[in-house]
């Protein structure tokens, strides 16, 4: 029972002394003195030992405690000291605040909310449509034929034999066109989805912007007048837009749009998307008279314009999440 008490006196004196900051003082308070420490359980040695032992182990177990809860105080008062005169008041009410950390848009929404804001101010409105389409708005109402190209399954995210992501944000369109009569004016940006390996220019979502007018009596001059107008507005007093005639199944006659933009410091052509006037056959597919009714649409991609806008290189940045590029923006 002896050794006991001589082996407690050891570990807790080492323990003790080994304590060097107020969370280690704790510790140490309740692993010994504690109501559930060691001098508590050793109480119980008191119990077992032989009449002649217990006199002697009561003595030294109430000495041992005593002598360590004195050591224990000194301790406490040394540590409690020192610390906060090392460290300074807890609160300093002069420090400057640290800059509040802001979050932001991110630079496609931005960019949307830019293009909403100036096709907003040629009277165009905002229209949606959903990303999980079916065949006859992605296709077969805007004139796509069941062997033409862009419907091989390779090239699309099918979900089943009829449903897919959409391709283009031109399903808008036949979603306007089969609710609203005539006039319209309305532009949709949004994703779509295609099966492209990514790299540096491509990647298998990304947004479009779409724009539909139609009207009676609608030209390519209103055409090349509303794109004009938005390449001004959108990129300054000296741009410039290009029409090259081209085809697509849901206009005619086609153009692929060119814009002369501002790129790093120098004035050059860049490919933003397509555009015509609407093919009779799509107004036809909604239910409109092609006698009476006319219209231009146009479909732009909205990284392209990101990219082109703020010099950004690779389409991957825009997707990855890094706020070193995003705060940039
Ligand atoms: N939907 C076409 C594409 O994704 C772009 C496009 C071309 C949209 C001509 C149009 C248009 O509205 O008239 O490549």
Redesign the pocket.
């Known amino acids: 029972m002896l050794e006991r008490l001589e082996q407690l006196d050891r570990d807790a004196t080492a323990a003790l002394e080994a304590v060097d900051n107020p969370d280690g003082l704790e510790a140490f308070r309740i692993k010994y003195l504690g109501t559930k420490g060691q001098f508590k359980a050793a109480m119980t040695w008191l119990k077992d030992a032989s009449k002649e032992e217990r006199p002697q182990l009561g003595q030294g177990l109430n000495q041992l405690k005593n002598r360590l809860q004195t050591e224990f105080d000194q301790k406490k008062a040394s540590l409690g000291s020192a610390k906060p005169r090392a460290a300074g008041p807890m609160l300093d009410v002069t420090e400057p605040p640290l800059p509040p950390q802001m979050g932001r848009r991110h630079v496609i929404t931005q960019v949307i909310d830019e293009l909403i804001e100036v096709f907003g101010r040629m009277g165009f409105d905002v229209a949606e449509g959903p990303e999980l389409e079916d065949e006859r708005h992605n296709f077969v109402d805007l004139n796509i034929p069941p062997e033409h190209p862009a419907r091989d399954p390779l090239d699309n995210f099918y979900l089943d034999d009829t449903h897919l992501l959409r391709?283009?944000?031109?399903t808008v369109?036949i979603r306007v066109m089969e609710q609203t009569q005539p006039p319209i004016r309305v532009i949709a940006p949004g994703r779509?989805y295609r099966p492209d390996t990514h790299d540096a220019t491509h990647s298998s979502m990304f947004h479009?912007l779409?724009?539909?007018y139609v009207d009676e009596q609608v030209s390519m001059v209103d055409l090349k007048t509303a794109l004009f107008q938005f390449a001004r507005a959108y990129f300054g007093e000296k741009a410039e837009i290009r029409l090259r005639p081209s085809y697509?199944p849901?206009?005619e006659p086609?153009a692929e749009l060119d814009i002369k933009m501002q790129l790093k410091g120098e004035w050059q052509w860049v490919e933003l998307?397509?555009?015509?006037m609407?093919d009779p056959n799509v107004f036809q597919a909604v239910g409109y008279d092609p006698e009476q009714w006319t219209g231009?649409?146009?479909?732009?991609g909205i990284e392209r314009i990101a990219m082109a806008r703020y010099g950004i290189g690779d389409i991957r940045w825009l997707y990855e999440n890094d706020v070193r590029f995003l705060r940039q923006f």
Request: glycine letters at 20%.
């Open positions: 391709t283009q944000t031109s369109q779509v479009q779409e724009g539909l697509f849901f206009t086609s998307g397509g555009c015509g609407v231009f649409a146009f479909g732009m």
